[in-house]
Each structure stands twice: as C-alpha cells, then as structure tokens.
C-alpha cells in the first residue's frame, strides 16, 4: 500500500513508532514537532551541572566548525563562478555541464546532493571528524563505519555500550520519509545488533544522517522516539547534529543507554553485576563475557541468561541470572507485581508447608527490580516525566487500551544450571526431562493451583543429577497465574510460545485457559522433538498458523483422531523417536479421547447447536489432567522396566580370531562348554528396589503358583514314576575322567580347555538298543541317584 500525501508530511515531523507492538505506522495522535524535539534533547542532556555546562559549550564549538566549513565551501563556489565569468561563458550553462567542487569530503555531508554509496563511508566519517574534532580534548570518540547495505550504512560513535548509532542514507527522501524508504527498519536492526554486542545496554541513541539532512532518535524497549527532519542548512539542523554529539562525549553513561549495575572487571575477566532482593538487600554475582541465551530483538522483554557464581574465585557457575524487562500496567506498584520472582517464592513456600516433593524444582537465591541511583529501573525513567506522557500501544496483559504500561527492569539469579533439550544426544533422556517436567508441574498445580501457560522448547531444561539420570525442570514463569486469576479472566489473551499454543489460545477463543492447554503445549512440543530435522520449521510454522477464518486447521486436523495423528506423524517424525512417538499417542488418547469432548471437530446437535468439543473439555480439565498424570507416570515406569531389564542381560560372549607370526596360522578362541551353571543368576541390586508394577508383580505369582503345583505329592509320584525309567542307546559312553585329555583340534592348532567331568552315570545291560529297564528293589536306588539318558523326546507312561 503506497503511502498517502498526508502520511508522508507526517513523517517529516516529529512521531513515534510502537515496535513492540507491530505498529510500524505513523500515528496520528502525535505531539507538536518542536515540543517533542524539545523533550528529546532534554533526556539527551547530562544531568550533572557541571557536564550540562562543557556540552553546551561544546555544542557552540561544534557549530562554529560546520559553519566554518560550509564558509569554505561557499568561497570555493565563488572562486569558480568567478573564473566562469572571466571565460566568458554563460553561467547557467556552466553549472549545468560541470560540478561545483567541494573542498573536502566533510563538507558533502551537509549539502542536499545524493551521496554516492561508495563514497558514503568517506563521506560519513569525515563529516562526523568534524564535528567531535572540537572535542579530542574532553573525552575521544572513535567512529567505527560499516559497508553500505541498499543505500543505507550504520555506524557508532564510542565502543562501549553508551556509543550513539548511527544510520546514514543516501538520499534525502529517505530520512525525510523513514517508513516509506525503509529506513526504520534498518534502525530497527542496527539496534538489534548493538544490544547482541553490549549485554549491558538498557536503550541507545540514535543519529539519522542524509545529504544535508539530521534527526534524533530514541530507542527504548517498546518504541523509537524521532525527532523532526531538520537540514543542516539552517541553524537549527546543525544544532540538532552538533548538541548530540556533544552530548554523547559527555553525558553520564546510564544516560546514553549503558547499564550501571553491570561491570566488566578485567582484573577476573567477568561481569560484576548486582542483583537485588526483596527485603532490600543486593549482592554481587560474577558472570561470563557472553550470555548464554539471549533474546533475538532487542524490543520487547530484551531477556538474556549468564551463568554466574558467587564467588569470584569460584572456577565453576553453579547459578544462573536472568535479566529481562517485564511489562506492567503504570497504575500498580512494583510491590503489587506478579512476575517470576514473587510466583518462585509463593510456590515453594506452599511445597514446603506441604512437605511435598516435586522433583527438580527453579531455586531461587536473589531477585527484584533493578536500582539505578536508587530509583527502579524503567521504561519511565528512560523517557522522563515529558516523553512517558505521550499514549502508549503496548499494554499490559488484562489491562484496557487506555491505561497506561511500562517496563520494569527485573533481574534475579536461580539454580541448578540445565542443559537445553536440543543439546541432549539421546532422545531417550530429552523425553524423559520432558515427562519428569510435566510430572513436576501436576505437583505445582495441585499443591500451589498455578497455571505455567508457556509450555515450550526452550521452558524445560535437562538436568543430571548425582547419580547419573537425567530429570526435567520448568522454567520461565513470568506467565504463570494463579488457577483464580484465570477464571476471573473475561477474555483471556494469546500468551505463550505460537508453536506450542494450545487451539483455544491459538484461535483467541473467549473460554477459561485451564491445565488441558499446557498438557497440550507439552504435546505439541513432543511432536516438534520427534520430527525429522528437514521438517521440524515447517511442522512448527504449521502448529503455528490459524486461517483466514481464525480457526486452527491444521492444529484441529492433527488431533482429530488417532487415524489422523498416525498420518501426521508419518509424514513429519523420524521413525527412531519411539520414546516419543510412543509418549505422543499416550497424551493425545488422554487429551482427545475423554467420552464426554472426544476430537476436535464441531458437531451440529438437535436445535441447530454447534458444540465445539474444544471449548467443551474446560468442564473435565480435571479428569483429563489425571489422564495425562497416568499416561506419563506409566511411560516412564515401562521405560524404567526396559532400562532395568537392559541392564539385566548378560553380556554375549565375543570370539576372537588372532594370528600367530612364527607359524602364520590362525587361532580361533572357543566359546565355553554349555553345561548349565551351578548357581543361579545374579540379582541386580535395582530389583529390590523398584516398585512391583506393569508385570513384574504378575511375573512373581505365576512363578510361586508353579512351585506350589510342582510341591504337591500328585505331581512329585508322576515325576517319580516318569525319572525311575528311560531308554538309552547302545553305543552310549560315559564322559572321561578328570585326568583324561579333553582337547579339541582347530585347523592345525590345538586349544585345551577344562573339563570337570560328571559322576558316572548307570546304563542298562540289555542286548537291544531301547529295551525296557524294569523296576527292581536291586537297582531301584541306583535309578533314583542317577537316572538313564532318555534317547527320545517323549517317555512312555509305565504305570
């Protein structure tokens, strides 16, 4: 859509774009231009006096040095208009075949000609020498330039994370009119980049430059505050260029953006970073260079994840610090918020009165909101009492269109560390965090009734404990709600990860979020962790996607049946993920499959009523909850047995083939006799620990009711009577003794082996091969001690 007359006159004065809030329009509701270029330079001043007083004056110096340059540059012009009249010809003819020159490459950057982008970089860097040149004296400011992407280059002033950005066009249009050029999209990125460079950047600011052409932005986390396009023609475009640079060598660094409870120590090579509590108090933890997890823009809740000790000296991090900047309604306090820090203490507070346990569990050491000069740390802050004023977009969750939001700077540090589930090398034990986590939190819903409701890949964690087995945890509860809250909700919004989002949040169904859309999140996950790596974003991009009509299709096709989930899983999962293929089919049946709201497909009843079997299943969440609990504790109790058993089986015997170099024949080592042991087998020290279930408590009574059976005196005659004969053949012939040679030949070597030879055994006396061997009080006790060799499979009954 080409952009009206009137949008473009707009965006040549002063506005602010909400990018938080995907609103990359310009608004209509904006303040006067100079009043917003007013608060603007305003926050860009230092707020120490005597700083504020060496800026302005640094300003003034500024100044004087453009204008001393366009000075020159004017005298030049004059010079060769001068020797084109003396050559006698036309003027306007002249200026219309030849270039003025410019006296240097600075002074292209404040003429109104179209830059040329591969001198942009030149031109870029020499027109800002000239304006911090005045001010090698004070502090020095490098400028780092980089190459020039589609007629835009961005650049810093500084190298800390209190440097100013920069982004220079190439035309004059495109600073004029930001949106319709794309300019603000490289803004958007240039900030995104910074912040990826500086973990300890809170906002930043940023200087718009074109062919004579300046403007000011401010970029917090929800918007970009810009000034009015100014040329630097007039003096108040080159006050505009001159006060923020100045600026920049001299404001405070919390000022310009730089976080001041962060410092890197190079003395350890790590951050010191202080975190705050709740009852006032703050300590230090000592992080590493880089974070391990950062969010990929900037805007938005910025979380980045350290590890950190809590030592300086400690050579491993055994905790972890989250920093993120959580949005909250402006009418409650920081002591009425409900974030991660205060559900981590509700809920362990509730575990412990309860005496329960649910498994690997966030432990929370320190946590709360950010101090900068004993003030919290905020969004308000950033902007002053003047540009917080201005209406905002981006709400708070429940709160209305009209109230007021901002952004709290949070920080708190939690144990153990884990291990994302991606990092795990088998699938089995990335099923088993899984399982274990949701395990855990059926334990937190019960005890303490709090909903997660963001269920997803990067929420639970692997963690090892002492003895080798891996166990999920549940992270991330910033939008956890209490199970109350929830039904209070007239209208509940769309929270949680798109992929992992239940139909009901997907499709902004106005019906209760329950504990069923977690169980569902945790089931769409295990879908995206069975699925082949070539398929994985397109079946993420799918469980993604709602229509036209805002109905979930392919959400609702899937879990339609188990016909159609097998159809699913054919076409996306890898056949070797039988954990979680099995797991799947466990939580859809217990999902999808309760009598009362079975599928996903709307029915038409009697009446013409539609029943949407979706929004129905709110009035059995509980039973369906205890369906998913058993689905999942019989998963892990069967993988337990079939670990248990895998441990069990002995070892096959290998045989080796090894060569002989002075005779060059081959040997091949001979498995051992098949006598049966004369002990029975080892019993694993696991067995008796491991509750009796699935089988192995049947397997136990079968076998005591065989013993009993074999005990009886019915059964003991007829052994009696079958072992008291047999047949045998003629040619029968008793082991060798123990000092007989017992060895065996292979190819040309011989290989002997130990022989413990048997008591010999009684053979009958008979002339036939197979004649009957009757009963006799002479050799009935030899019978008994030693019975013949029975030569066929079947015995004959005698008696």
Not at 434 to 444: D, F, P, S, T
Not at 507 to 514: C, F, H, K, Y
Request: proline letters at 6%; one cysteine or more.
């Amino acid at each position: 859509m080409e952009p009206t007359a009137q949008d473009l006159e707009v965006e040549r004065g002063a506005f602010r774009v909400d990018v938080c809030g995907h609103q990359f329009s310009v608004p209509t509701d904006q303040a006067a231009a100079a009043e917003v270029d007013q608060h603007l330079l305003q926050q860009l001043q230092p707020v120490n006096t005597r700083l504020r007083a060496q800026a302005a004056a640094a300003t003034e110096v500024g100044i004087s040095a453009i204008d001393a340059l366009m000075q020159g540059r004017l005298t030049q012009s004059a010079a060769v208009l001068a020797r084109l009249r003396r050559t006698r010809r036309r003027v306007s003819t002249a200026l219309e075949a030849a270039e003025v020159p410019l006296p240097s490459e600075a002074a292209s950057m404040f003429s109104e000609n179209e830059w040329d982008p591969a001198a942009a970089r030149g031109i870029v860097s020499a027109g800002m020498n000239v304006v911090v040149g005045t001010l090698r004296s004070g502090r020095p400011i490098g400028i780092e330039c980089a190459d020039v992407v589609d007629g835009v280059m961005s650049f810093e002033l500084g190298t800390s994370s209190c440097a100013v950005l920069g982004v220079a066009a190439c035309s004059v249009s495109d600073v004029d009119t930001p949106f319709a050029s794309g300019v603000m999209e490289s803004v958007v990125a240039a900030m995104n980049r910074h912040a990826r460079r500086h973990p300890d950047v809170r906002h930043a600011w940023v200087i718009m430059l074109g062919p004579g052409r300046v403007r000011v932005c401010l970029v917090e986390s929800d918007a970009m505050h810009v000034s009015e396009s100014l040329s630097t023609d007039t003096p108040a475009g080159r006050r505009l260029l001159a006060t923020a640079v100045a600026n920049a060598a001299l404001a405070e660094s919390w000022r310009l953006g730089s976080d001041p409870t962060m410092k890197w120590r190079k003395d350890i090579q790590r951050w010191e970073i202080l975190c705050p509590d709740s009852n006032g108090a703050s300590r230090f933890v000592y992080a590493r260079r880089d974070p391990v997890f950062a969010a990929d823009s900037f805007f938005g809740r910025f979380t980045r994840c350290f590890l950190v000790s809590l030592n300086p000296d400690d050579e491993e991090y055994n905790y972890v610090l989250k920093d993120s900047w959580q949005l909250v309604s402006t009418e409650l306090g920081d002591a009425d918020l409900r974030d991660e820090v205060g559900v981590l203490r509700g809920m362990h507070a509730a575990l412990e009165d309860a005496k329960c346990e649910a498994g690997v569990l966030q432990r929370l050491m320190c946590g709360g909101t950010v101090q900068v000069n004993d003030t919290p740390d905020s969004t308000r802050l950033v902007l002053g009492a003047e540009l917080d004023a201005y209406a905002r977009w981006t709400v708070a969750h429940g709160s209305k269109r009209t109230t007021a939001a901002h952004r709290l700077h949070r920080r708190m540090v939690s144990g153990p560390v884990g291990v994302a589930l991606h990092e795990l090398r088998s699938e089995q034990d990335a099923v088993a965090a899984v399982a274990g986590a949701m395990l855990a939190y059926g334990v937190i819903l019960e005890r303490t009734g709090i909903l997660h409701r963001d269920i997803s890949l990067g929420n639970i964690l692997a963690v090892k404990l002492a003895d080798g087995r891996i166990q999920g945890m549940l992270i991330d509860f910033d939008h956890a709600i209490p199970l109350d809250d929830e039904r209070n909700t007239k209208k509940p919004g769309h929270v949680g990860t798109a992929p992992f989002m239940s139909i009901p949040n997907l499709e902004g169904l106005d019906v209760q979020r329950t504990c069923v859309d977690d169980w569902e999140a945790a089931l769409a996950l295990l879908l995206c962790l069975a699925a082949r790596p070539s398929h994985r974003d397109a079946l993420c991009a799918r469980l993604a996607s709602v229509g036209p009509n805002g109905v979930a299709d392919f959400r609702r096709e899937v879990f339609a049946s188990r016909k159609s989930l097998d159809a699913a899983i054919d076409a996306f999962a890898d056949p070797a993920c039988t954990h979680a293929l099995r797991l799947i089919r466990a939580l859809h049946h217990a999902l999808f499959a309760h009598p009362s709201c079975s599928g996903t497909a709307r029915r038409m009843l009697r009446g013409n009523r539609l029943v949407d079997p979706i929004v129905r299943r709110v009035q059995y969440a509980a039973a369906i909850h205890e369906r998913c609990l058993t689905a999942v504790k019989e998963y892990l109790a069967n993988t337990q047995l079939e670990t248990l058993a895998a441990m069990m089986v002995l070892p096959k015997p290998r045989y080796s083939s090894f060569s002989s170099i002075d005779s060059g024949s081959t040997a091949t080592i001979q498995p051992p006799s098949k006598t049966p042991a004369a002990c029975p087998l080892p019993v694993h020290p696991l067995l008796s620990v491991l509750p009796a279930a699935n089988g192995l408590g049947a397997l136990r009574n079968k076998r005591k009711a065989q013993k009993d059976v074999e005990a009886s005196p019915r059964v003991k005659r007829r052994k009696m009577t079958h072992e008291d004969v047999g047949f045998a053949p003629i040619n029968f012939a008793p082991p060798p003794a123990s000092g007989a040679d017992s060895s065996t030949v292979v190819g040309d070597t011989h290989s002997s082996a130990s022989y413990t030879a048997a008591a010999p055994r009684y053979v009958p006396r008979t002339p036939l091969a197979g004649a009957v061997v009757p009963r006799s009080p002479a050799n009935l006790d030899t019978l008994r001690a030693e019975p013949p060799v029975v030569s066929s499979p079947k015995r004959r009954k005698l008696f």
